[in-house]
């Protein structure tokens, strides 16, 4: 069973950057899709982004587009979140996911990882 490792999380000012990092323990192939979600305290798990691994295209949510920049290592089997221009909205947990077909609902992805603290203060 193939495990996902998230890190890079952390405290950051407003405005400022984070570099998540998705590692996964086992291979990752070119069918799979490669998701970050975000929860918030008190709200639902929500869709930030994907990218396919065989061709690298990526998706956005509206509210990170232009922000959020998801890319891959596939030597690696890693995937990463370059965010820039952090808002206050954006502090909550953040997890990686793998899927086997690309959909913006959590339930789609089988595979999880623990998750990474991403704060951001105003």
């Known amino acids: 069973q193939v495990q996902l490792t998230e890190s890079g999380g952390g405290l950051v000012q407003a405005g400022g950057s984070l570099r998540l990092s998705c590692a996964a323990s086992?291979?990752?192939?070119?069918?799979?899709?490669m998701g970050w979600f975000r929860q918030a305290p008190g709200k639902e798990r929500e869709f930030v982004g994907a990218?396919?691994?065989?061709?690298?295209?990526?998706y956005y949510a509206d509210s990170v587009k232009g922000r959020f920049t998801i890319s891959r290592t596939q030597a690696e089997d890693t995937m990463y979140l370059q965010m820039i221009n952090l808002k206050p909205e954006d502090a909550a947990l953040y997890y990686c996911?793998?899927?086997?077909?690309?959909?913006?609902?959590?339930?789609?992805?089988?595979?999880w990882g623990q998750g990474t603290q991403v704060i951001v203060s105003s």
């Open positions: 086992g291979r990752l192939y070119s069918s799979h899709v």
């Open positions: 990218i396919r691994w065989g061709t690298g295209r990526t």
């Open positions: 996911a793998r899927g086997n077909s690309y959909d913006t609902s959590p339930t789609s992805y089988l595979i």
